[in-house]
Every structure is written in C-alpha cells, then in structure tokens.
C-alpha cells in the first residue's frame, strides 16, 4: 500500500503561481511513477502530468504545458506541481496519483493509487 496526501491547495487569482505537494509512505516511493490529475465540478477526472520514478521522463496536458512543472524529490518521499500563470480553468480539484507499472503516463486507469486531492479555485 501507499499513502498519498495532497497540500498546498487554495483560493487564488488570475495570474497567480502555487505549488501542490503531495507526500508519499508505505512502500520506496522511488518504485512508482507519479503523476497528477485534477476534476472540475461536472468534468470527468483528468491527466495534468506525470514523472518517471527516476524523474527523468515528464509529460504534460496541452492545457498547462509551459505553465506547470512536476518535479520529485525521492529522499523527501514528495512529487511537487509548480502552476504558474494560473486562469480559472484551472479551478479544479486536484489530485496525486502514483503507479507500478511502466508507460502508460497519461492512463487513468494505470494509477494504483489515489490521494484524497486537494482544490484549486482560480478566480478571474
């Protein structure tokens, strides 16, 4: 089993810059690609981006490339989401997810485990 918790979520303006954390236990978070996606109220859950475990490999959605950067920190046991240049689009609830297998980046259905998300409100 792994633990995934989300922070860092908030109520922010257009233009603004936040950064999620989400904090991995239970098994070597080094083992497991890690990725986020986020649901908008009435949306169906979506892919954000995603990291290989050894972080070498990052992917993007159309929608926030250029504007979002994952990141890992293996020793921390935490995957990071930099949103810069936030819109109200982007107002969502966010989510970490992590997998074993590998490829598959953008599948929703690859992800083994969840965390509980954390919301991103952005007004205009």
């Known amino acids: 089993q792994v633990q995934l918790v989300e922070s860092g979520g908030g109520l922010m303006q257009a233009g603004d810059s936040l950064r999620l954390s989400c904090a991995a236990s239970?098994?070597?978070?080094?083992?497991?690609?890690m990725a986020w996606f986020r649901q908008a109220p009435g949306k169906e859950r979506e892919f954000v981006a995603a990291i290989s475990r050894s972080a070498y490999y990052t992917y993007y959605a159309d929608s926030v490339k250029g504007r979002f950067t994952i990141s890992r920190d293996n020793a921390k046991n935490t995957v990071y989401l930099q949103m810069n240049s936030l819109k109200p689009e982007d107002t969502a609830e966010y989510y970490c997810?992590?997998?074993?297998?590998?490829?598959?980046?953008?599948?929703?259905?690859?992800?083994?485990?969840w965390g509980q998300g954390t919301q991103v409100t952005v007004s205009s």
């Open positions: 239970g098994r070597t978070f080094s083992n497991y690609d």
């Open positions: 997810a992590a997998k074993r297998s590998y490829g598959d980046y953008v599948r929703i259905d690859k992800y083994d485990y």
